[in-house]
């Protein structure tokens, strides 16, 4: 085990119950579905870019991939990983993350539940390096399977417009998505932080409301919760915005661990 899993935080009354330290040589695809939405699109479409050395895991946009969903989503490309996956038959208007009317299945895969869990204490320890059109996050989206399933928790939402040298806009709290349950609860305020160094990204979500965590330190929190089981979505994007991509390859969202865990006891 090397010497930076030793920065874990010990959390007393709490069980382990998920952890990903990257330590092997390949993506562990009992805790990873390295599909990006297929179902609105394709899994060749949707098939993420990354490469684990070094105890982590890094995502990037290969200079050869293609947009995910050019019908519905333009020019944006992607490279996800998520622990879950929900969609209904081929043709059908169901499925999880409905960002835009229209979406129909395209794509029909397997029911995926590698972790879904209700309420948690979660934590990313994550670096970025993003050219202004890129995107990191780390989100946990409604499984889905109930209509009204689709609430966000946004943990970590870093846009490169927003960060510059020791300070940074990062994007934590809640979208309602398409659950009328819920309103947009979302926090942008700038962080002293680069996020080009390594940071521990946190939240603490309870039935009573969502506490989001930058380096231990308390920095939001929301005075709603989503009820029902969510999905870790780790996400690094190219949004089209018409600048130049001449050092698109040199960017790029490293993860040195995601663990979460349980309600106190």
Request: charged residues 25%; negative net charge.
């Amino acid at each position: 085990m090397s010497e930076r899993r030793r920065d874990y935080t010990v959390q007393s009354g709490r069980s382990l119950i998920f952890v990903d330290d990257f330590d092997g040589p390949c993506l562990d695809q009992g805790k990873w579905f390295p599909f990006y939405l297929p179902h609105w699109s394709s899994p060749e479409a949707g098939m993420a870019r990354f490469r684990i050395a070094d105890s982590r895991v890094r995502l990037f946009i290969a200079d050869d991939q293609e947009p995910w969903c050019p019908e519905f989503d333009g020019d944006v490309k992607v490279s996800n990983l998520q622990t879950g996956h929900y969609a209904g038959p081929l043709g059908s208007r169901t499925g999880q993350h409905r960002f835009r009317d229209g979406l129909i299945v395209r794509s029909e895969l397997p029911e995926q539940r590698l972790f879904l869990p209700r309420y948690c204490r979660l934590e990313m320890k994550a670096r970025a390096r993003l050219n202004p059109w890129n995107l990191a996050a780390l989100w946990l989206i409604g499984f889905g399977n109930e209509q009204h399933h689709s609430g966000e928790i946004t943990v970590f939402e870093a846009f490169g417009h927003d960060c510059s040298g020791s300070v940074a806009q990062i994007g934590r709290g809640i979208k309602k998505i398409n659950d009328p349950a819920l309103s947009d609860e979302l926090d942008k305020g700038e962080l002293r932080i680069n996020v080009q160094d390594w940071h521990i990204y946190a939240m603490d979500w309870t039935p009573a409301g969502v506490e989001f965590f930058v380096d231990g330190k308390l920095v939001t929190r929301t005075r709603q919760s989503p009820d029902y089981p969510m999905q870790l979505m780790l996400n690094f994007y190219d949004l089209p915005d018409g600048r130049s991509r001449e050092n698109a390859s040199d960017a790029w969202f490293d993860v040195d661990y995601i663990k979460a865990y349980g309600e106190p006891t």
